[in-house]
């Protein structure tokens, strides 16, 4: 089959915009996990709910960037909320129960959402209304200040862990917690904040995506799932390893739907899963472990 | 087992399965209709107990195995006809046994978390791939098809009323239990009991840790496809919302709720459960999920065990 050249490329810039906002959801969920062992089942739904306040926000300002900020600092807070009150007494016993305990979370919000905001999905508008012209299509100028905009997040949040004083405590308490713990970093408050950073990413993704499509109460869902599979193939807790694997996934699948339906391209990224399962458990994008 | 103990076990057993028995007599329908459901859920929740509570393997992805026993219960009743029962049993639990197969093939090279996200995101793809091959399986809309007669060539024929249905239910349950008990005292289940304890040590003592693994996943699939054949019957429909991996989660709400490790607790566990939600459906309507996630929630953090869990070493005795 012959797939013209301008469809490609229009896929290939697809594939990139939706890869950055998958990374900014993964690399949320994989911090969360490489730092304090907690498979967050409710990223999903902390996604969906910081859509709904960037949706609040946007029809009380009327300013998308505010609504973004505002959004992202309310989940953050959730986000802390939930480890105070969930995650927190569950230290010290398997990690296991954390799936269970946050499975729990997302039942919650997620039919909070439901009961709050009704069944109907509710719209943002684009900050940046404007398109210039790809081959036949008007290619809108937001998709791309989403990539961009992407990049900027996860590049800030990589310069924090790398250079801010706080950020190496989170890397230190990763390395060693009793130690850490003995140097005198606040530990507890260390791992509140790390889920805080998060939950608050998740929440900007939201944001950021809800344009694209409605914001209702079942879109956390299937980029949880999504997300999951790109921490797998990533490497679990690797934040460049689910980077890499967010862009490479959705840039298959954004390949895969000029054949097939994109509900079918899905299967895709199971099938990368799968393979990576097999001959790579470790994951596809960190050096091999010695 | 002392005398005493083993005595009052099985008249304990015995009681229990004979009060279900009447119950159809006395319930009024919706109950007794609801009664087997709970069986029903409860036998699913009970395949799950073998990978959770006896090897250590959270199973995220129950809904997998469930949903094709249900799928393949369908295929044999609407492709044979007259509908025959014992068909939808053959092809139910043979689909449910591929699927735990091919599953357990590739996530059994993975342990714990790594585990429970695999069979989660394997439950997805064959939620993918029924709900999009709309030609045989009827996609959103699912399949409807009418009940077979319960019949034993040249024995007997009977029609399934709710009452005959439920005693059918019931019956399988109450094997089901039986032959998991046996098998989780067997040397196999004792194997996969130390493989929850010490899984390095149970390899380096010679056990062939993976191919156990391998194993106790595919006879936990067949029990779930097995619930998937009972529920198909029950309902005379399948859809692809018992595929979702949402369904998943609650059979692992079920194990944990009612106390993992004791395969009655699971069962306690889905009638506790679904008590409590039919409770709450009245009055937050469809957002009962609401209190029955906080009440899950805190039976996580606080009653770690379980309903039943003060109960696990003498139902395990």
């Known amino acids: 089959m012959n797939i013209p050249f301008d469809q490609f490329l229009i896929q290939t810039i697809n594939g990139i915009v939706t890869g950055m906002i998958l990374a900014m959801v993964a690399s949320g969920l994989t911090l969360i996990f490489g730092i304090m062992d907690v498979v967050n089942f409710a990223h999903g739904e902390l996604f969906m709910l910081g859509a709904y306040v960037g949706v609040l926000t946007l029809a009380a300002t009327g300013n998308f960037w505010i609504a973004l900020i505002a959004a992202t600092l309310a989940i953050a807070v959730l986000g802390a909320v939930i480890y105070l009150t969930t995650l927190r007494p569950l230290i010290g016993r398997d990690p296991l129960t954390t799936i269970l305990a946050t499975f729990g979370v997302s039942l919650v919000l997620q039919n909070y959402a439901l009961w709050q905001f009704g069944p109907v999905a509710r719209k943002i508008e684009e900050p940046i209304t404007g398109h210039f012209s790809l081959f036949y299509l008007e290619y809108p100028y937001y998709r791309l200040a989403i990539a961009v905009l992407a990049v900027a997040i996860i590049g800030g949040l990589w310069l924090f862990l790398k250079h801010g004083t706080y950020g190496i405590w989170i890397r230190a308490t990763t390395q060693d917690r009793v130690m850490a713990q003995a140097m005198g970093i606040p530990v507890p408050w260390v791992l509140t904040a790390v889920f805080a950073i998060g939950a608050g990413m998740a929440a900007a993704s939201g944001v950021l995506f809800g344009p694209l499509v409605g914001v209702n109460s079942q879109m956390g869902t299937s980029w949880v799932l999504r997300a999951f599979i790109v921490v797998v193939v990533g490497g679990m807790g690797s934040i460049s390893g689910s980077i890499a694997a967010a862009i490479f996934i959705s840039l298959l699948e954004a390949y895969a739907s000029l054949w097939v339906s994109p509900a079918q391209a899905v299967i895709v990224s199971f099938v990368v899963l799968i393979l990576t399962l097999l001959f790579r458990p470790t994951g596809l994008f960190v050096p091999t472990p010695k | ?317």
């Open chain 2, 1 to 317: 087992m002392s005398r005493r103990r083993f005595f009052v076990y099985w008249v304990g057993f015995a009681v229990i399965v004979a009060l279900l028995a009447v119950a159809p007599l006395v319930l009024p329908e919706f109950w007794r209709r609801f009664l087997t459901e709970i069986l029903i859920w409860g036998l699913l929740a009970m395949s799950s107990d073998i990978l959770i509570g006896y090897t250590g393997m959270v199973s995220f992805g129950h809904s997998a195995f469930f949903g094709l026993g249900m799928y393949g219960a369908a295929a044999a009743l609407l492709g044979s006809s007259p509908p025959n029962l014992w068909l939808a049993l053959l092809y139910g639990l043979a689909s449910a046994a591929a699927v735990a197969a091919f599953v357990a093939y590739f996530s059994t090279r993975l342990r714990d978390i790594y585990f429970a996200i695999t069979t989660l995101i394997f439950s997805q793809i064959f939620y993918v791939v029924i709900f999009t091959s709309t030609a045989w399986t009827g996609g959103e809309n699912g399949l409807n098809f009418s009940r077979p007669r319960f019949a034993i060539p040249y024995l007997f024929s009977l029609r399934f009323t709710p009452a005959v249905l439920h005693w059918f239910v019931l019956a399988i349950v109450a094997l089901s239990y039986l032959l998991l008990r046996r098998i989780t005292h067997s040397p196999f289940g004792m194997v996969l009991q130390s493989i929850r304890e010490n899984e390095a040590r149970t390899r380096a003592i010679g056990y062939a840790v993976e191919r156990y693994k391998i194993v106790a996943v595919m006879l936990s699939g067949v029990f779930a496809g097995l619930a998937g054949v009972l529920y198909a019957l029950q309902n005379q429909f399948a859809a692809p919302d018992f595929v979702f991996f949402v369904v998943s989660g609650e059979v692992v709400i079920y194990n944990v709720v009612g106390g993992i490790g004791t395969l009655v607790g699971p069962v306690v566990g889905a009638a506790f459960f679904l008590l409590l939600r039919e409770a709450f459906s009245r009055f937050f309507t469809e957002f009962y999920l609401i209190p029955l996630g906080v009440i899950f929630i805190a039976i996580v953090i606080f009653m770690p065990r379980g309903l039943l869990g003060f109960a696990r070493r003498w139902l395990n005795g």
